[in-house]
């Protein structure tokens, strides 16, 4: 491995990782939905996805279905523009081939590299302590393992900061974590453990599990505290737009959250859905959510509705 290894990261979190290791000088190349920090939106874009821009949580989930029916991918890769960098290190994920570029995506380009291939790093978390383990296999595989070790022992004691605010709260309400509109899904994987940390309880799916589909009824037997609107991929303006068939549902105002103004529309493009650093900053929303104070960092992090 080089001294300084160039870098191609496909994924939004790996982009993150490398980052906040240091590597932001040796990216070379970034996926379509890398941006994050801003000045990735300068490099090459090797990435794109058959997914058309507008379309609502409804339309994407059967649009998915469809490339899915048909054996296809959901994602193209520029092979020749990838071979071109020549990276030493690229990273990518096999975890949702739905959500970012798999290995299989990249079989083509790495099928006909002249030289010596790259290094693939597919990273594949589950839970919190995944993402934790996955900083470091970035560092050992870009030389930066020190600064991993680093960047994991910050993150955990923020971490550690929030749970002590939490005991010192000492209630902890339900919390229904929504990753998905239409069809309904709760946030599974490491989002119950960020609700647990942040000082709530978690409904519906179980910490390392992936995402439930979610049966409307189950949500309004359980009335949950708090409700906390956290669509994959989708900013807060894109989720209040989205939110129009729950809004207009006349037992959506039967909710106690909904009644009380206990419901938060968060962003769930830069937070909770990319397994990176950030997360401790996605926990630290839920605790704001919980505790029901504005978002002052004028960057719409979070929004809380008005009581209906």
């Avoid at 900013?235 to 737009?241: D, G, N, S, Y």
């Avoid at 729950?246 to 937070?271: M, N």
């Amino acid at each position: 491995m080089a001294a300084h290894p160039r870098v191609v990261s496909l994924l939004p979190s790996a982009t993150e990782i490398a980052v906040a290791l240091g590597l932001g000088e040796q990216l070379l190349g970034r996926s379509h939905e890398c941006d994050y920090p801003p000045f990735v939106k300068a490099l090459p874009v090797l990435t794109s996805t058959k997914l058309e821009k507008g379309l609502t949580s409804i339309e994407i989930d059967r649009r998915v279905q469809e490339i899915v029916r048909q054996g296809l991918s959901v994602y193209a890769v520029d092979a020749e523009a990838l071979r071109a960098l020549k990276p030493d290190v690229i990273l990518t994920q096999s975890q949702c081939a739905v959500c970012a570029v798999t290995p299989a995506d990249l079989e083509e380009a790495l099928s006909a590299w002249v030289g010596t291939a790259p290094h693939l790093l597919s990273l594949a978390p589950d839970d919190l302590g995944d993402v934790w383990g996955d900083i470091g296999r970035v560092g050992a595989a870009v030389g930066a393992e020190d600064r991993a070790v680093e960047v994991v022992a910050d993150l955990r004691l923020r971490m550690a900061a929030l749970e002590d605010r939490a005991r010192q709260r000492g209630t902890r309400p339900t919390i229904a974590a929504i990753e998905w509109i239409e069809p309904l899904m709760a946030a599974g994987n490491w989002v119950p453990e960020l609700i647990e940390i942040a000082g709530g309880t978690p409904l519906f799916a179980t910490p390392g599990q992936h995402s439930p589909w979610l049966e409307w009824q189950a949500l309004l037997a359980a009335d949950p505290d708090i409700i906390v609107m956290m669509p994959c991929g989708y900013r807060v303006p894109q989720t209040m737009i989205d939110m129009a068939p729950l809004a207009y549902r006349q037992d959506w105002r039967s909710l106690r959250a909904v009644r009380e103004g206990r419901v938060f529309v968060t962003d769930g493009q830069y937070f909770f859905n990319r397994p990176g650093p950030r997360l401790v900053e996605s926990a630290e929303i839920i605790a704001a959510c919980i505790e029901g104070t504005d978002d002052t960092s004028g960057e719409q992090r979070w929004i809380r509705l008005p009581a209906q």
